[in-house]
């Protein structure tokens, strides 16, 4: 996240769009190396509408901030921190995501977001029967498990019984149990050979025989209906998860429920109760979803078994914690226009990426000109030992044949020793497998794409000038980080000592606020809130006063204790702190009565209270220290009559 913010911030400083540079318009150079104009112009018209600050759009002011930008960048560079591992990983990970939307759009891509789109209107349930083969078996083995599926499907097709035939057959775990049933499944959810062999099938049929990854699978289909529509709801949620509470979670769900049933207002007790930051200050309102876009089974089945708007359901418990779901809306199936971008980025994933490679691959090679030289295999069965299949290949940079060519992409030639260090890095991260051909017919073919995209993107950074502008934003992004993280923001986290002796000679910057060691009630009607007062007053505790006004199911109290700040949402906003029992607040639709037991003044947090804070204010004095040091080591140059130029063109 520190790195997000910090690329979102160095975009201020970087242009957008590639620029036409004027070489005679060198606006200051850093070390003898130029910073032209046309860039700084971009940069500052580009920024306007983003800073706040208003002194710094004056030229000069922002002239300045743009300087020590280029600094640090040249720091990053001196320090060679473009030599990293990690850098390079990193960056070549965002080149390989940008390039991708520079790439020939493939009517394969195309036509399965169509098929993609079509799928999703319909969910299907199925049985299946799986046997295990792995795509790296013998043949033997391969064999040996296609004619036990064949011989299971001629059972099936014979009439015996296909869940019996399941439990006693399928290597799927659970299926003596399961009888291989998958429940619903839709677009997306299973392997792409498995879900368009679904699709295919009609309703009571079984279908082919059908190979994935897991081994060869029957499914019979068991039903086919309409998809669930997406729906909108609103919750109210008291979470379980993260610190202390003042009250038991499941007690507080029960008593907002209460107030529901009693006619108060969904949107206000969300806004009042909901530990869901994000939803509470719009009334519990969350975006609309399908079946399956949550991260909670729970969730998802109490919303879609409300049938109309405005319905709510009794609490509900997840993984996060307690909810009442609301209905607002439910929609109809999305038009093909409003989910293409979607889909388009889904089917680009999984198999059906595969399908959209290698269209991809042969437009590279129509593009440059592709040509295969020798093949690897006579050769690399040999080079490569059966150690390659435990993960142990060492590459003999000597072998015989190294240097011959494989194959040309445009004017570069790739090489057998190529392809021997792609086999030492890759076997690292790739699955286990039991053959050596197999391995390596798969490495080779993954080898091949990549030396093909790598070549496009090689060449689009000199051919695409939006392309080489967004990259190299990216490129300085990271080493602004990387610089930042080594010369400021480490050194500050782990020099414990000079943080204490800081945090020591600045305690007056971290106090408490005013504090109030109190009881706070939330009544639901003023006469109610008379009531908590004369309790209150009369040396009740909060259980009393909750068990007296908290009569047949019927929830007119919410209650908290402990010391609170003073602009603790608990407390109503402009409460005026007084030792005693307070009036009553009107607080959206209820009405608070706080009794305050202590008033606590300001006082110093403890180092561990405030250690975020003193790290980050130590981390400015640093980086201000850092930036005076660079421009002592640096020696920039700006050309007066350029800024001028610039001054008056710009109108400042």
Request: charged share 30%; aromatic share 10%.
């Amino acid at each position: 996240m520190k790195k997000f913010i910090l690329f979102f911030i160095t975009l201020i400083f970087i242009a957008q769009h590639g620029t036409a540079q004027d070489k005679k318009d060198v606006l200051m150079t850093v070390n003898s190396q130029p910073v032209y104009a046309s860039e700084f112009m971009t940069v500052y018209n580009k920024n306007l509408d983003l800073v706040q600050d208003e002194s710094q759009k004056d030229i000069d002011t922002y002239l300045a901030l743009f300087e020590d930008y280029k600094l640090k960048v040249a720091e990053a560079y001196a320090q060679k921190l473009d030599r990293k591992p990690e850098y390079i990983k990193e960056f070549n990970t965002y080149q390989d995501q940008l390039s991708r939307n520079y790439l020939f759009k493939s009517s394969v891509t195309e036509d399965l977001t169509r098929e993609a789109f079509e799928r999703g209107k319909e969910e299907i349930k199925a049985a299946h029967i799986l046997i295990k083969v792995t795509y790296d078996e013998t043949p033997q083995d391969t064999l040996i498990a296609y004619n036990k599926i064949k011989s299971l499907r001629d059972r099936a097709l014979n009439g015996e019984d296909f869940e019996e035939l399941a439990r006693k057959n399928s290597e799927e775990p659970n299926a003596e149990k399961t009888a291989g049933i998958l429940g619903y499944f839709t677009v997306f959810n299973l392997v792409y050979p498995f879900e368009t062999e679904g699709y295919k099938t009609k309703v009571g049929d079984v279908s082919n025989i059908v190979r994935t990854s897991f081994g060869y699978h029957l499914i019979k289909v068991l039903d086919r209906r309409e998809r669930s529509p997406q729906i909108a709801v609103s919750h109210i949620m008291i979470g379980t998860q993260g610190g202390e509470r003042t009250f038991d979670p499941e007690t507080r769900i029960n008593e907002i429920y209460s107030k529901l049933e009693q006619g108060e207002s969904f949107e206000s007790l969300a806004r009042q109760f909901s530990d869901d930051k994000s939803s509470a200050n719009k009334g519990g309102e969350l975006n609309k979803f399908s079946r399956g876009d949550l991260r909670s089974t729970e969730f998802e089945d109490a919303a879609y078994a409300l049938t109309k708007p405005g319905d709510y359901t009794k609490p509900v418990k997840t993984d996060f914690g307690w909810h009442i779901i609301k209905l607002t809306e439910k929609f109809g199936i999305p038009k093909f226009e409003d989910q293409k971008v979607e889909l388009e980025k889904k089917v680009s994933e999984g198999d059906r990426s595969k399908i959209i490679t290698n269209a991809i691959d042969q437009q590279i090679k129509d593009k440059y000109g592709f040509k295969n030289i020798n093949s690897p295999f006579p050769l690399f069965h040999t080079v490569v030992g059966d150690e390659i299949l435990t993960r142990k290949y060492v590459v003999d940079t000597n072998f015989v044949g190294s240097n011959k060519v494989l194959f040309t992409i445009g004017k570069k030639e790739v090489k057998n020793i190529d392809f021997a260090n792609f086999i030492m890095v890759k076997q690292k991260s790739m699955k286990a497998y039991k053959l050596k051909i197999p391995l390596l017919e798969n490495l080779y073919a993954e080898f091949e794409t990549e030396q093909l995209k790598t070549y496009f993107k090689e060449q689009l950074e000199f051919e695409n000038e939006d392309y080489a502008a967004i990259l190299n934003e990216y490129r300085n992004g990271l080493l602004i980080f990387d610089v930042m993280n080594k010369n400021v923001w480490d050194k500050a986290k782990n020099d414990t000592i000079a943080l204490q002796k800081y945090y020591e000679a600045n305690t007056k910057q971290y106090n408490w606020k005013q504090r109030v060691n109190a009881e706070i009630v939330s009544a639901n009607s003023q006469d109610i809130a008379k009531q908590v007062q004369d309790l209150m007053k009369e040396g009740k505790t909060i259980e009393e006063i909750r068990e007296a006004l908290n009569k047949d199911k019927t929830i007119n109290v919410i209650v908290s204790s402990g010391t609170f700040e003073m602009d603790n949402k608990e407390l109503p906003s402009n409460f005026d702190a007084a030792k005693g029992v307070s009036k009553a607040y009107e607080v959206e639709d209820s009405f608070v009565i706080v009794n305050v037991k202590d008033i606590l003044p300001p006082t110093p947090k403890t180092f561990e209270e405030v250690k975020g804070r003193v790290i980050g204010d130590y981390q400015n004095i640093l980086e201000q220290q850092w930036i005076q040091s660079l421009h002592d080591k640096y020696k920039v140059d700006v050309n007066q009559k350029t800024l001028k130029k610039i001054k008056k063109e710009l109108g400042k």
